[in-house]
């Protein structure tokens, strides 16, 4: 808590006892304010809770949150009702005593929604097994169906407890939820016939017609529509939208089953809802004599119904139900009809021996009918109650702890104030006193324990309210159960005038008769007002005397004892008519009951919840000022705080004081040897806190004014960044000197482990190698052996590498066979085999892959073959070099001679040089065969035509030169003689000659020398030689003398 002082301007302060100006209202709203606009809704008056209703949803009430405040002390994280109901259970478990929590709150202020959150803190908390568990799901699901038939929509709440409940929680001695226990007070029965406007009857009707079954609403005579039933249409609101019946039916008939009842009990408690509905469904009119007489034939049917039809399934609730003996029995009151109504149309008059039936008025049977209905509602409440804690009872004989949870009604002040209002508010007056009471006990008792002088605390001692409320013979009780039993007509008025003449002098006390001019004014005749601690209450004296008689008259009861339905007949038990003693009035009972709780109570350890609503319109975010200051005045807020300051403002035990503020002190930081009281007052010494200012308890420190409690928080926190960053340093570096030694030791053992791995797998290693290497060994030596078990291994192992190594260096090309691997012995026949598959597959690759153009070229190789291979020694050369389709472009030929021979179609062109007949002169020309004839091109005109008729034959020599002589035959003396031409693409340009002549054999490749026709008559000679450089010349003999070098020397 302390370190939440540094916020306290922003958040406010999360315990009122430190807030400075604590008498005043002011400051206490300004706190409330500023927590509730940041969300914090949790705030401390010591170890009193109180509790904003926020009216949204808050991520406060997460397991994560549970485990959170689990098992912490008390003010050592913010307020919530988790701390509270942590710190209540360890307590009990620590001192082994019992303990209540009082939760308190005018309605719509959250005492059900925080209740639920104790018992869920509780039934996550404890320890569990699957016994542990079955009661803590009772506990739970008892809820709902409380809620169901106790709870209503009202003006200021949608789910308003229309009852008060105490329950206790039973725990063993290892904390577990072993049990529980439900009380339950003044239950508004008159909310069955009569609802305000905006408001609704209890929750169980409006879930029955909205979420029942179609077949048990069949059943049970019932319309899926409010509208149509006397007692739900009165408060005009028969829809919610903020409940959802549907929705909550399903809950109700889960925790019903949960709760242990059985089928047959829920049959006949939903008879009992839908008898209610059709009771306020009876209308009675007048007779001829005056007299009321029934008219429903239809709802009297449904109430007197008995009816049993065999069948092997039964439907409830939406649910197919199997019975034992085959037989389906739904009754609604199950009463004789003829009984029924004359039980609703007369009374029974007892005259000593003789018994008349006295015919009822219209008005008297409405009233008969509507006490009957609240009759039987609230004794079925009190059934259904009764039948939770038979399922909750603990059957362990041991002795227990118990926390009780008191979710009872806050005090309640309305536009128009009644009966109930006054048992209400009687109530939280007997409860103020009780926690007055035991909060000044508490503070007494603790303040003597640590040895602290006890100042008297002023405060108003509200026992003159209660007196005036229960003073026997002359309270307002005695004197309203007075008007009530005495003969004569009593009215409501009567009492009034009674009240004005026994207390009309009470300080506490006026009516409109009694007060002066000005308070006249706000009092109607019929009302008095009563001052409370709380402030004033002005109730109307108006329905006091019905609703305290709430008389059901005696033939009503012996009506009801003949009624068939099992809880009717458990709730109306045959000896209660006999009884002629009247009953207990309702305020009589109520405070009866009231004593009861109040001396249960006093045995145990009290805590405090108060609920405060902080609007009436239930938006989030809004504070409304005026409604909060009254309800933190009734609820006795500023009185509870005024006890706990009037002594000391803060307490803490020596232990817990010292170690949050000891490194203010330079004696007490780090470490203080000496006991923690002799610690705390050299701190105190050395702050310098005055004799006034503080008091040394036995085992605690108590500090007076808040502001010495804040001064010293506010120093802590400047001393904490300081302390901080040196710790922080020493921390780090002990840290990294640690992380360092660690890791140096981790990085030795790292080392060892892996020298000693890396030398084991040294060592598998080198044996496995010599293994290795006497079995290669042995193989090599008796590799050619037949296979077996020494060579195996390396035979094996010399097929894989030769294979491996063969995969690795495959011919590249078909004109690489021949650098296949070597194989070894073993492996020859596989090899050739291997060799010949690769080949054929090369073969196959390289033909799939060749175009058509492409084989042409081809072809014309295979024909240049036929023709020079082992005839001409530069043919192998060429071999390499590919064919073209022609070697002169159609731009680079004389223009004009193409149009002269392009009727011919050019085939091919070359370039190559001819040399003169006479004096052997090279020329450059152009060669160009076409489909009919051989053309030979200068740059400007054709210098020849050859026609391949004329065309004898060509000589090439068997030498590396790259001469040709074209044979022409010479008809007449014009006609030109041989052609002697050099062609660097020989071998190309014959093979193209030869594929348009269609001629193989007229090209011969001839040795030494070859003649040649100059003209007709006249013959030249080339002789052809072999040197050591290529080189052509005229010889002196006249011949052409070609030398070329040797293919074979290169």
């Known amino acids: ?77 913010p307020p919530h009702i988790y701390a509270l109901a942590d710190n209540v259970f360890r307590t009990m478990m620590s001192e ?40 803590r799901d009772r506990l739970l699901l008892s809820n709902p169906v409380l809620e169901a038939f106790g709870n209503a929509k009202t003006l200021k709440n949608d789910n308003s407890s229309r009852f008060g409940k105490y329950m206790d929680i039973q725990f063993d001695h290892q904390g577990g939820a072993v049990g529980g226990h439900i009380l339950s007070y003044l239950l508004e029965k008159s909310r069955v016939v009569h609802q305000n406007h905006g408001e609704r009857n209890f929750h169980i009707f409006y879930q029955l017609v909205d979420g029942g079954d179609e077949d048990l609403l069949r059943w049970l005579g019932l319309r899926r529509d409010c509208q149509h039933y006397n007692y739900l249409v009165q408060g005009d609101c028969a829809k919610v939208s903020s409940v959802n019946d549907r929705s909550d039916w399903r809950t109700v008939r889960k925790a019903l089953s949960v709760v242990d009842f059985s089928e047959s009990d829920v049959e006949h408690l939903f008879g009992i809802v839908a008898s209610v509905l059709h009771l306020g469904n009876l209308k009675f009119e007048a007779d001829t004599r005056g007299y009321a007489a029934l008219h429903n034939s239809q709802e009297m049917h449904w109430l007197s119904k008995v009816r049993r039809e065999t069948k092997t399934h039964s439907f409830l609730a939406g649910r197919i139900i199997n019975t034992c003996n085959g037989v389906f029995v739904l009754q609604l009151l199950g009463i004789p009809a003829q009984v029924l109504q004359q039980g609703l149309t007369h009374r029974k008059i007892e005259a000593k021996t003789e018994e008349v039936f006295s015919p009822f008025s219209v008005d008297h049977a409405v009233y008969a009918r509507d006490a009957l209905a609240k009759a039987v509602y609230g004794r079925t409440f009190n059934w259904l109650v009764n039948k939770i804690n038979e399922s909750l009872a603990n059957v362990d004989s041991s002795r227990k702890t118990v926390i009780g949870l008191l979710d009872i009604y806050g005090f309640e002040v309305f536009t128009v104030n009644s009966f109930e209002q006054f048992c209400i508010n009687y109530c939280n007056e007997k409860l103020q006193q009780l926690f007055i009471q035991l909060t000044l006990k508490s503070e007494q008792a603790e303040y003597e324990m640590e040895g602290v002088e006890w100042e008297p605390v002023p405060y108003f001692n509200n026992k003159i309210i209660c007196d005036l409320v229960e003073e026997k013979h002359r309270g307002i009780i005695s004197l309203l159960d007075e008007e009530c039993l005495r003969p004569g007509e009593a009215t409501d008025f009567t009492l009034l005038e009674k009240m004005e003449e026994i207390i009309g002098g009470h300080p506490h006390f006026v009516t409109h008769k009694l007060a002066d001019q000005k308070t006249r004014k706000s009092l109607a005749r019929g009302d008095f007002r009563l001052l409370h601690y709380a402030g004033e209450v002005t109730y109307s004296v108006v329905g006091f005397l019905d609703k305290n008689n709430d008389l059901l008259y005696r033939n009503g009861k012996e009506v009801m004892q003949q009624s068939k339905n099992l809880i009717i007949k458990h709730c109306f038990p045959p000896s209660e008519p006999d009884q002629k003693k009247r009953p207990e009035t309702v305020v009589t009972q109520f405070k009866s009951s009231l004593v009861g709780l109040i001396e249960i109570l006093g045995t145990k350890e009290p805590w405090y919840v108060r609920c405060i609503k902080p609007n009436e319109a239930k938006e989030p975010g809004r504070f409304d000022d005026v409604l909060v200051r009254h309800q933190v005045k009734y609820l006795g807020l500023m009185e509870h705080l005024r006890v706990r300051r009037a002594g000391f403002a803060y307490r803490r035990k020596y232990e ?54 804040f001064a010293t928080e506010d120093a802590f926190q400047v001393c904490k960044h300081k302390l901080a960053t040196k710790i922080q340093a020493k921390y780090k570096g002990y840290r990294v ?128 073959s036929f023709m020079f291979k082992g005839k001409k020694e530069s043919y192998p050369l060429s071999v390499r070099t590919p064919f073209l389709d022609t070697r002169i472009g159609i731009g680079d030929m004389n223009m004009k001679a193409l149009r002269m021979i392009k009727h011919e179609n050019v085939k091919y062109s070359v370039p190559v040089v001819k040399y003169d007949r006479n004096g052997f002169r090279p020329r450059p020309r152009q060669l160009v065969f076409t489909r009919d004839a051989a053309y030979l091109l200068d740059e400007a005109k054709i210098k020849q035509r050859i026609r391949y008729g004329s065309l004898k034959g060509v000589s090439v020599s068997n030498l590396s030169d790259n001469f040709l002589i074209l044979h022409v035959t010479c008809d007449d003396v014009k006609q030109k003689g041989d052609l002697v031409l050099e062609c660097d693409f020989l071998f190309e340009a014959l093979t193209k000659l030869s594929a348009i002549v269609d001629k193989c054999d007229f090209i011969q490749v001839v040795q030494d020398s070859v003649r040649f026709d100059i003209q007709p008559g006249r013959e030249g000679v080339v002789d052809f030689r072999s040197g050591q450089e290529s080189v052509v010349y005229r010889a002196k003999n006249g011949h052409l003398t070609v030398k070329s070098t040797s293919t074979k020397s290169r």
């Open 737 to 864: 000197k640690g992380d360092y030694q660690k890791q140096k030791e981790a990085a030795t053992k790292i080392e060892n482990c892996w020298r000693g791995l890396m030398a084991r797998k040294e060592r598998e290693k080198r044996e496995w190698a010599v293994a290795i290497i006497k079995r290669f060994i042995k193989g090599f030596m008796t590799r050619n052996e037949p296979s077996g078990a020494d060579n195996r291994e390396y035979l094996s192992y010399v097929r894989h590498s030769y294979l491996t190594r063969l995969r690795e260096n495959l011919p590249k090309t078909l004109l690489h066979k021949d650098l296949w691997l070597t194989p070894p012995p073993i492996l020859k026949e596989t090899s050739l085999f291997l060799k010949q598959l690769f080949i054929r597959h090369m073969v196959r690759k390289y033909v799939q892959g060749i175009t058509e153009e492409r084989k042409a070229l081809l072809l014309l190789k295979v024909q240049t």
């Open 656 to 709: 817990i004081f010292l170690q949050r503020y000891k490194p203010l002190c330079p004696d007490t930081w780090p470490n203080w040897k000496g006991t923690a009281a002799e610690g705390v007052q050299v701190l105190i010494k050395h702050l310098g806190y005055q004799p006034d200012e503080y008091k040394m308890g036995r085992t605690k420190i108590f500090i007076r004014h808040p502001r010495t409690l």
């Open 96 to 135: 082994f005593n019992n303990h209540f929590i009082l939760i308190s709150g005018e309605s719509g202020a959250g005492k059900t929604e925080a209740c639920k959150k104790i018992l869920h803190f509780y039934a996550v908390s404890c320890p569990s097994t699957k016994i542990l568990n079955n009661v």
């Open 1 to 77: 808590m302390e370190a939440s002082l540094t916020a306290r301007d922003r958040v406010g302060i999360q315990d009122f006892v430190l807030l400075d100006a604590y008498t005043s209202e002011t400051a206490f709203l300004d706190n409330l304010r500023k927590r509730f606009h940041e969300n914090l809704i949790y705030t401390y008056i010591g170890t009193l809770l109180v509790s904003l209703n926020p009216y949204k949803e808050l991520d406060i009430y997460s397991k994560k949150q549970m485990d959170t405040y689990m098992g912490v002390n008390f003010f050592e994280l």
